[in-house]
């Protein structure tokens, strides 16, 4: 017979069940045996009552696994298997989309990296076409300064040396009429020839 347990009670059990409230002086005999055997019989029926009201085993509660108290195993029933079989494909769609997010994200991240790469190389060749133009400005505005610069100083020296050969020419006029009035002539030579040397020195640095 199938008990609500789904287990097989022979008829001799159900009969020991209804017996063993009965006292053991019914039977006359107080032996050690047959107090064991009562014993025996009200264990099976404390079984037999919780196989009613839990028929579920409870194996896997008593199994000891890991390294904690906590630890044990899980017994699935079949009522689970269902749940657990739609959970199994949802894990399985959420890990498929879970690498194509995750390959998107990669092609993304090239994609951005190949962006900044090009848009770095852009704004360094604006910044060095900027600084280049900036620097030929600095030099072509130093090189007109100089050139300024240069032409200033020749023209003040142009302007010495004139002043210069105008001073010694009129030393050298004056030397040649005190040579025509001089009777002597020795020391009045000397002076035409350095006035001449002279003359004839800064005529070179002329321009």
């Known amino acids: ?26 039977y006359g005999d107080s032996a050690p045996e047959t107090e064991e055997c009562w014993r025996l019989i009200k264990n099976l029926e404390c079984t037999l009552e919780q196989f009613r009201l839990s028929p579920r085993f409870t194996i896997s509660d008593d199994l000891k696994v890991g390294f904690f108290s906590t630890d044990h195993a899980t017994q699935t029933d079949s009522s689970e298997i269902l749940p657990l079989k739609e959970l199994s494909l949802a ?7 879970t690498k194509s997010l995750q390959v998107d994200f990669g092609f993304l991240k090239q994609l951005i990296q190949l962006k900044f790469e090009d848009r770095l190389k852009e704004e360094s060749c604006r910044l060095f076409n900027s600084l280049h133009d900036r620097i030929m400005t600095i030099e072509k505005h130093y090189q007109q300064n100089e050139e300024s610069l240069r032409k200033c100083y ?36 000397g002076l035409i020839v350095d006035c001449q040397s002279a003359f004839f020195s800064f005529q070179d640095l002329s321009p």
Do not use: R, W
Not at 156 to 179: H, N, P, R, W
């Open 1 to 26: 017979m199938a008990t609500d347990a789904g287990f097989g009670t022979p008829p001799a059990a159900h009969g020991l069940a209804a017996t063993s409230a009965a006292p053991m002086e019914v």
């Open 91 to 97: 894990t399985q769609n959420l890990v498929q989309i």
């Open 154 to 189: 020749n023209q003040q020296l142009a302007d010495a040396i004139g002043t210069i050969k105008g001073m010694y020419q009129v030393s050298f006029e004056c030397c040649q009429g005190q040579e025509q009035l001089d009777i002597l002539g020795v020391p009045s030579m």
